[in-house]
């Protein structure tokens, strides 16, 4: 009886012992913060000079993209309020890729950048075509799309939103032939 005390003892020493250490396994890992996935906000799109032979028209056909053109992305919040303004450059292709650091949405559904961001046109180092035109709303600011493209890294992701194209137009274009 005795031998069936100590064991019954010494089973409840060895399973304390063990629930102990898991518990405070558990404790140590529960401390350690997982690592957060970063998601930024990114806005993408071109910027071009119209060609004379579409003036007036929100045709691009002809169109030639304006290397260091500058756009801006302004988001306003639920109360109509800019909650976000920077301007950004485009490339030698005319494409810029706006990644909107800072941008916080205070209201998940109001202030979704669909709904409260736009991009407008603001100067084209082009002499020859630095006229503002209202191509897809580039004058106003044209509203963004959401076309299901994402950058995916281990602990980053970007969310990619299109708006444009967008175009200057040129300042003076030769009148058109009448037949």
Known sequence: MASSQLTTLVSFIVLSLAVSSITAHENSTST???????????????????????????SL??????????????????????????????DNNGYFYAQLLGFKMRHA??????HSCRVKLVSSPLENCNLL??????????PLRYEDKKLVG????????????????PAHCAPKEQP
């Open 32 to 58: 350690q913060k997982p690592v957060e996935k970063h998601v930024d906000v990114v806005v993408e799109g071109v910027v071009y000079c119209q060609s004379c032979d579409h003036y007036g028209t929100w």
């Open 154 to 169: 281990t602990n980053y992701e970007a969310v990619i939103y299109a708006a444009g194209p967008l175009a200057f137009r």
């Open 109 to 114: 559904l109001l202030d979704h950048p669909l």
């Open 133 to 142: 035109s209202n191509i897809n709303y580039g004058l106003y600011g044209a």
């Open 61 to 90: 056909t002809g169109a030639e993209p304006i290397e260091a053109a500058t756009v801006s992305v302004i988001c306003k919040d639920h109360r109509n309020r800019v909650s976000f303004y920077k301007a950004f450059h485009t």
